[in-house]
């Protein structure tokens, strides 16, 4: 069967805590989408306010190969005509060809909230939904409340579903608006919706996670009828967010046997979250399933060396499926298998008794008595591997840098300053950089000297900083991991000392030599 998928991530998703998008981050995201091939992506209200109202002038000159953008909105005032009602007139200026419309579905809400009648407010619905018609949109209708308003008046809930099919909506949507429902409500509310709506009129669902649901209700309610599905691509959104559609597209394909997105799109799932979760500024949490980095990380050596056995020992799907990569995480407690796994890369034939091996494993758990975790730092990890093994060349040489605070912090300025020397090629570059801290000073006059030589490190950003205490004193070693990003690809690297501001270093140094090779290496396939 097919599914058809409506992503909210522009409309319910721009409702989390700490997601703002700028316009043109807007227009990114729709490229996105379309190029995986979602079927509708609900793109805001075109009258809430000015960003969006210039988002839809520009979305005019979008040519999308596989979405439909639909603009959002509600139902018209009371005791408003719907001709007169200035939102619906900004939802036809949005000139796209469906529009989703929500309305009240629950007693509650209509008395208390809308403060209309009942029967008005049924009236509310059929006539903007027979409005947008008159003007040629196809309509969505969004059944707000609907799983509250089935265990307050179960007719009066189905009535608001008639009204809107009645009306011509193509679709009616069952909203779990609080996410307070569980999978058995779910089956019980679309069954009882199927009955009450034309086979003509699709259902769908619109999941909310505050019970952690979000997709359990989701693909529940698919099991019970429903063949619109709705959320937000990677689950953020109001409250605690809303069902996570990476996670339903890939389990409906794959576990359920639906046909969601165009043929061979799904192996594009998760460059597609990387870069969702890039264009809202947020670091994709690892532990997603399917999309995430951990989705098929190993670390137990048993776990791992069953895995390169077989890997369907502990993984439910090959992660090429759904574009990502297995990963054997390197710890105390990980085998000679995963340093294997890893040099393989490096050399195909080499065997687990090897002196290499057995040169890299002292070699690791020497240095994560010292402090250092790489199960977290897989940028590191295999630098330390190319220095062992002689596949590798420092891209620079440090003469020396300087840290120099200023306290109390001058008013509205920096209060840190560095300065650095290096060496490549035997050309000396001298810089200086301003920070909010010595390490942000030292980064800013690192990137400086580099620029000359590699100008691919302005392309580096760093998204994550993490220090961790190792001993309880103030001559502490200090554990620096920070995650980098050149906005396609992620890393993270480590660093270890009694001094943070020599523990960033190592990391920084590794995060900008980590890119380097790996900028060199894509240049020499390329040659290829």
């Known amino acids: 069967m097919t599914i058809s998928v409506l992503d909210s991530t522009l409309r319910d998703g721009a409702q989390g805590e700490r997601i703002s998008y700028s316009v043109q981050d807007k227009l990114h995201l729709v490229e996105t989408l379309d190029e995986l091939g979602v079927t509708f992506i609900e793109a805001g209200n075109p009258g809430s306010n000015p960003k ?47 529009v989703v419309v929500f309305g009240k579905a629950s007693p509650f809400q209509v008395k208390e909230i809308l403060k209309a009648d009942m029967t008005e407010n049924l009236d509310m619905i059929a006539e903007t939904v027979e409005f947008l018609k008159a003007n040629d949109r196809d309509v969505i209708f969004d059944a707000e409340h609907f799983f509250d308003a089935l265990r307050e008046d179960r007719d009066y809930a189905l009535k608001t ?13 069952l909203c779990d608006t609080r996410g307070g429902a569980l999978p058995s409500d779910i089956k019980e509310a679309v069954e009882a919706a199927r009955k009450a709506l034309p086979e003509n009129v699709a259902l769908g669902i619109h999941a909310h996670d505050d019970l952690g649901l979000g997709i359990a209700n989701t693909l529940a309610a698919v099991e019970a009828g429903a063949r619109h599905v709705q959320g937000t691509f990677l689950g953020f959104g109001e ?30 799932l998760t460059p597609t979250a990387k870069r969702v979760a890039e264009i809202t500024n947020i670091t994709l949490n690892p532990a997603l399933p399917y999309v995430g980095q951990n989705a098929f990380a190993h670390k137990a050596g048993m776990h791992i060396d069953a895995v390169i056995k077989n890997p369907s020992a502990y993984e439910h799907i090959q992660p090429e499926t759904v574009g990502n990569v297995r990963v054997f995480l390197m710890s105390e407690v990980a085998g000679r298998s995963t340093i294997i796994e890893k040099l393989k890369k490096f050399d195909p034939g080499i065997e687990k008794n090897s002196e290499t091996v057995a040169l890299i494993t002292k070699k690791v758990k020497e240095m994560e008595h010292w402090g250092y975790q790489f199960e977290g730092a ?26 120099l605070g200023e306290k109390p912090r001058p008013d509205n300025s920096q209060c840190s300053f560095a300065q650095i020397k290096i060496e490549v090629d035997d050309k000396i570059e001298v810089t200086a950089g301003e920070g909010d801290g010595p390490v942000h000073a030292l980064d800013i006059a690192l990137r400086k000297a580099l620029e000359r030589f590699y100008p691919a490190v302005s392309a580096v950003r760093l998204i994550d900083y993490k220090v961790r205490v190792l001993d309880a004193s103030t001559a502490a070693r200090v554990r620096v991991l920070i995650e980098s990003t050149d906005g396609s690809d992620t890393w993270t690297t480590v660093g270890v000392s009694a001094d943070i501001v020599e523990a960033s270093w190592i990391a920084i140094v590794d995060s900008f030599e980590y890119k380097f090779i790996k900028d060199v290496e894509k240049k020499f396939r390329l040659l290829l």
């Not at 139902?75 to 719907?82: A, L, M, N």
């Not at 579903?161 to 949507?173: H, N, R, W």
């Open 239 to 268: 409250r605690t967010g809303n069902a996570n559609l990476s996670a339903v597209i890939a389990t409906l394909e794959l576990k359920m046997g639906c046909k969601v997105l165009p043929e061979g799109m799904l192996s594009q």
């Open 52 to 98: 969006d109202m210039e988002f839809f002038k520009r979305l005019k000159k979008l040519r999308l190969k596989h979405a439909e953008v639909a603009a959002f909105g509600a139902t018209r005032r009371k005791d408003t005509r719907p001709a007169e009602d200035t939102n619906l007139q900004q939802l036809l200026g949005a000139c796209t060809a469906t």
């Open 161 to 173: 579903l008639e009204a809107a099919a009645s009306a011509g909506a193509s679709c009616v949507a």
């Open 378 to 403: 897989d940028g590191s990890f295999e630098l330390l591997l190319r220095k062992t093994i002689g596949k590798y060349r420092p891209f620079f040489k440090l003469h020396y840098y300087k840290i």
